[in-house]
């Protein structure tokens, strides 16, 4: 298999985005890929979940995978790791996380229950970074 370098993969979003996909549908197609593969792993579960989020859009992609995961009825929290999002796709599917009541949390203010949930978490998605 090749590998695609970051750089690559933002010219392949840039010409996907010009040829009509939009980067809005990207970020959700993303999440919900990650979304279906926890639902593959775990069929007829509801693993404790926990989603590492960056500022940008794999950010984006990360609360996407939160919303769909809770909205199945798995417990789910999200922790910003670089602090929150800095673009508006993602701020945009952050925000949209508070109707599925997902816990928010930065990685130095997680409480004491968010710790143990975290290490009792049978899933964690990497949504940081390219």
């Known amino acids: 298999m090749d590998t695609i370098t970051a ?39 509801n693993p404790l979940t926990i989603v590492f989020a960056g500022p940008g859009n794999n950010g984006g992609d990360g609360y996407i995978a939160a919303g769909l995961l809770a909205a199945m009825g798995c417990p789910v929290i999200t922790v910003q790791v670089d602090g929150g999002p800095r673009g508006e796709l993602s701020a945009s599917q952050m925000a949209n996380l508070q109707r599925f009541r997902v816990p928010v949390s930065s990685l130095n203010g997680l409480n004491a229950i968010q710790k143990k949930f975290i290490q009792q978490a049978d899933v964690v998605v990497d949504a940081m970074y390219g």
Request: aromatic share 8%; glycine share 8%; proline share 0%.
């Open 7 to 45: 750089s690559a993969m933002k010219a392949l979003e840039q010409q996907a985005d010009q040829a009509g996909l939009s980067f809005r549908d990207m970020m959700y197609n993303a999440g919900a890929a990650a979304c279906k593969a926890i639902q593959r792993d775990f069929a007829g579960k």
